[in-house]
């Protein structure tokens, strides 16, 4: 009725706001989380997952024809709504790892990350990515999986290179660390 929820489940409004019969029937006030952690098929997982990762990767497109392919600026909502994902449903987390198209997320964040690196502005969008990259980071899976061989060409400022994805990942990080704002 009068109050508002976000993303991470805090609340705004009164007491006197909702109609309070709600509040002890479902455990969690927060619809968006309570659905959220009830996914569970495979089918599901790779649905949510696919249609991140093709607007995550949209950015990175590159065609011989200026304006053919319309860019979409919501990255940074993608990325909140990709971390809240991993951090509210753990198996939605698990599947994100056991497939190789973690490697498809890795490589916008990196492109994202690095394009914010010396605008102060853009701090929000380094902390969320780093978020991801800490959460993923905690699971053996992801570590295996940056052992694959980095063939994808993104438009960024680095040095060409042959390797795997971790010194994809190693050389973002180097850039950031060295040319980035100073705070």
């Not at 951090?87 to 498809?104: A, E, G, H, R, T």
Request: charged content about 20%; some cysteine.
């Amino acid at each position: 009725p009068g109050s508002h929820v976000s993303v991470d489940g805090t609340a705004s409004g009164t007491a006197m706001d909702g109609d309070g019969d709600h509040a002890a029937d479902s455990g969690s006030d927060n619809l968006f989380v309570n659905y959220m952690s009830r996914i569970h098929r495979d089918e599901d997982f790779q649905f949510i997952l696919k249609g991140i990762t093709r607007l995550l990767n949209n950015p990175l497109i590159q065609t011989y024809l200026p304006g053919s392919c319309k860019k979409i600026q919501i990255h940074q909502e993608l990325l909140v709504l990709f971390w809240k994902m991993c951090d509210i449903n753990k198996k939605f987390m698990f599947y994100v790892l056991k497939s190789s198209d973690v490697l498809d997320i890795l490589v916008p964040i990196l492109y994202f990350l690095n394009d914010a690196r010396a605008d102060q502005s853009r701090v929000g969008l380094m902390h969320i990515g780093v978020f991801i990259l800490l959460l993923l980071s905690g699971e053996r899976n992801f570590g295996v999986r940056l052992n694959k061989p980095y063939t994808v060409r993104v438009p960024m400022d680095i040095p060409v290179f042959t390797g795997t994805h971790a010194d994809f990942l190693i050389i973002v990080f180097h850039k950031i660390i060295t040319t980035g704002h100073q705070r």
